[in-house]
């Protein structure tokens, strides 16, 4: 006799893996269905700086998620690298961001939601070449190795029980009195007790192709493109993390250097550019001039979700009885994901939530959009 899984995810990246882990740690049985491989989209191509870029210019909706899952990652990296034999590298290698206009309101933020921050030494971006103004230095700001991590969690996931499921399409789906009963994959037909929609930059289309019905009420996730490069670089080159107006450099434990990243409305399109590539290496060797001496390996590109002021949807449909949205992080998936799953589970297990729901609700975003 097949089992009906309590709860069945559409999507594999951070966001639908951390969710998983949410309703399993709380009793539940999980199945993931991803249309790729598990963890490969959005969630591997990013750099994995645990601090949206310049956070005091974003909507409060995104701090809250991000101070919640600051918390989370130390005990949640903990319990990765303790129960499997990946570890995610994460780390507190601090954050330097050179020029900081808005000194007053950056200090204010991060005083307001206990992150520690001081005007940065000299001695820190001694060795970059760039125009500083009002550098500040996030000490605690650290980094998480992202397809580590994805790894790391694909595998504990497994050894808990979760069903994943890869190259799976999803073609249709069966409702009765707005609830939904089974969705049609290309893997067989699959009854459903609880869905959520966590498809990344697909969410979008994916609520489209199921629920047509209902597209006024969709949530607006839009693909934006972002290419990053990676240098094959000595350890110790780079000790922390640099941002330095809209572009960043982060160090790995290994040596390698990340650099990213531009923001591209070019719809589903993941190609790499040569202009794209050229822009970024002068970055890079011109802020860290001994980057010079080190081949670049990698040049890639991922799509984030983006939706209105990045704030994502987090919430039941207010239709459909059993469909849930954990949907469009924009940049902040990685950091937001912890305190994103937290809050999917507390809502469809009518658990207090931690985290005051409202400003993610479909309507919500929906009305501001």
């Known amino acids: 006799m097949t089992t009906i899984p309590d709860i069945t995810i559409i999507g594999g990246g951070v966001i639908g893996l951390l969710t998983a882990r949410e309703f399993i740690n709380a009793g539940a049985t999980v199945t993931v269905l991803e249309k790729n491989l598990i963890g490969q989209e959005s969630s591997w191509a990013g750099g994995g700086i645990l601090l949206p870029l310049y956070p005091w210019r974003q909507h409060d909706a995104i701090s809250r998620l991000v101070i919640q899952s600051l918390e989370l990652y130390p005990e949640l990296a903990h319990q990765l690298a303790e129960f499997t034999p990946i570890n995610p590298e994460w ?135 972002g290419q990053m490069l990676l240098y094959q670089a000595e350890p110790d080159t780079l000790a922390h993390i640099i941002l330095d107006g809209d572009h960043y450099l982060i160090p790995r434990y290994d040596g390698k250097i990340v650099v990213g990243s531009t923001v591209e409305n070019q719809g589903f399109d993941k190609s790499t550019t040569a202009v794209a590539k050229e822009q970024l290496q002068h970055f890079a060797v011109n802020l860290l001039p001994s ?42 998936g990685l950091v937001m994901a912890p305190a994103s799953a937290q809050l999917m589970a507390d809502l469809v297990l009518n658990r207090p939530p931690r985290i005051d729901p409202k400003p993610y609700t479909l309507n919500n975003l929906n009305a501001t959009a």
């Open 91 to 225: 780390r507190s290698c601090g954050l330097l961001i050179t020029k900081n206009p808005d000194e007053s309101t950056a200090t204010r933020w991060c005083t307001a939601n206990a992150i520690p921050v001081e005007t940065a030494n000299p001695i820190i971006y001694s060795e970059l070449n760039t125009t500083v103004d009002r550098p500040l230095w996030l000490p605690t700001i650290g980094q998480i190795r992202n397809p580590r991590f994805l790894k790391s969690l694909k595998l504990d996931l497994l050894n808990k029980g979760v069903i994943l499921r890869e190259h799976c399409n999803i073609a249709g789906v069966a409702t009765e009195r707005n609830r939904i009963t089974n969705i049609d994959t290309s893997t067989g037909k699959i009854s459903v007790n609880q869905l959520i929609i966590a498809a990344g930059a697909w969410s979008q289309q994916v609520y489209g192709q199921l629920f047509p019905q209902f597209i006024g009420i969709s949530p607006k996730v839009a693909p934006i493109r």
């Open 291 to 332: 980057l010079k001496k080190f081949p670049l390996i990698q040049h890639w590109a991922g799509l984030r979700p983006g939706t209105h002021d990045g704030v994502p949807y987090i919430g039941k449909h207010p239709i459909i009885s059993n469909l849930s949205i954990n949907a469009g992080h924009f940049r902040n």
